[in-house]
């Protein structure tokens, strides 16, 4: 079963590079995030075993390894590592509650995983003093144009020539994106605006603190999350959500499943068919003409309470503390999750 040492030999040098500092350490609990680390987490575990010493076993699954996107080799090799050792580790957690069933049922993990969404701290919403700058002043724009603006990575499966290539439909409406200098990602945005007549419209800024990333967002109006149709999307709920709630801004989302769900629940915004840049245009209108009411509501959310780091952070507290005493707060089998 272990034919990912064939697809991804990759994996077997980085725990060539892992193992001599793990053992150096002589860890109580390794937490392993994401795929390429369990496998090197658990080995070290079973080493520890041979020698009289007893190692806790942390998953932190960010991703579902099967729907993850690239060549044949990578997808299937990293989910069959993880299907290999998922089910060694102690216990299992992840990013959100579509991914904690898909795990559990995917796997056959007798307990389900713990979830810990991707909030950020109190203090990135609280903002930066010494930070002055904000994105509407960087981009040169009056307070009165309207701006979408989006904050990660821009790549083509985030969607961004959906919005670049929908502003032709939306006379007027600026899109500032805050991303890393990618060239390759950049340039099919530039190339979606070009062919739409928008590029005068399409802002890059580059990357800015983390503490400041929050104040820097709220001059904008709506933010936007244009992700296409894959499966690791559609169970995802991405750290940028919680970062633009902080930020007090309405979002415009494709209609991948728990992004959009989420949205609509809470009333913060609109929805919109993943890859239609008319349909795009049309759900950035609809918010535009609501814009007071979606911000109440996103200021006024129940759920904010939620969504940092300082309510999530118990989770891991309580789940490091049960297996240093041996007392899982949930369960005292091992089961793989």
Not at 95 to 112: F, I, M, Y
Not at 197 to 202: A, F, H, P
Request: net charge negative; hydrophobic share 40%.
């Amino acid at each position: 079963d272990n034919y990912w040492r064939a697809l991804q030999p990759v994996l077997i040098d980085f725990e060539e590079a892992y193992v001599p500092v793990i053992d150096k350490f002589r860890p109580d609990v390794i937490h392993a995030h994401d795929f390429r680390m369990v496998g090197i987490a658990v080995r070290a575990a079973a080493r520890a075993k041979q020698t009289g010493r007893t190692v806790s076993v942390i998953y932190d699954a960010h991703e579902f390894a099967p729907g993850l996107e690239g060549t044949d080799e990578f997808v299937v090799g990293n989910a069959n590592y993880e299907a290999a050792h998922i089910r060694l580790a102690d216990r299992v957690v992840t990013v959100s509650e579509p991914l904690a069933d898909l795990l559990q049922k995917h796997h056959g993990l007798d307990r389900r995983p713990l979830v810990t969404l991707n909030a950020p701290e109190d203090l990135a919403r609280n903002g930066d003093p010494e930070f002055t700058r904000d994105i509407r002043h960087d981009c040169g724009l009056s307070a009165d144009t309207p701006l979408l603006v989006y904050s990660g990575g821009v790549a083509r499966r985030r969607g961004l020539e959906t919005a670049a290539a929908g502003l032709v439909h939306l006379p007027g409406v600026h899109l500032a994106i805050i991303a890393s200098a990618d060239p390759e990602g950049r340039t099919l945005i530039r190339k979606a605006a070009r062919k739409a007549g928008t590029t005068d419209r399409v802002h890059f800024q580059d990357f800015v603190p983390r503490s400041a990333l929050i104040q820097h967002l709220r001059t904008a109006d709506i933010a936007v999350h244009p992700l296409l149709h894959l499966p690791n999307h559609e169970i995802a709920l991405p750290n940028k959500f919680f970062d633009y709630v902080f930020a007090g801004l309405p979002m415009v989302v494709s209609d991948v499943e728990h992004l959009a769900e989420t949205v609509q629940k809470c009333d913060v915004g609109r929805s919109f068919i993943a890859g239609d840049p008319e349909d795009f245009a049309r759900a950035v209108r609809e918010v535009l003409a609501d814009l007071p009411r979606l911000r109440e509501n996103v200021r006024a959310c129940p759920r904010r309470s939620e969504w940092t780091w300082e309510s999530q952070e118990p989770v891991l507290a309580e789940l490091y503390a049960g297996l240093q005493t041996g007392l899982d707060p949930q369960s005292a089998d091992h089961a793989g999750g």
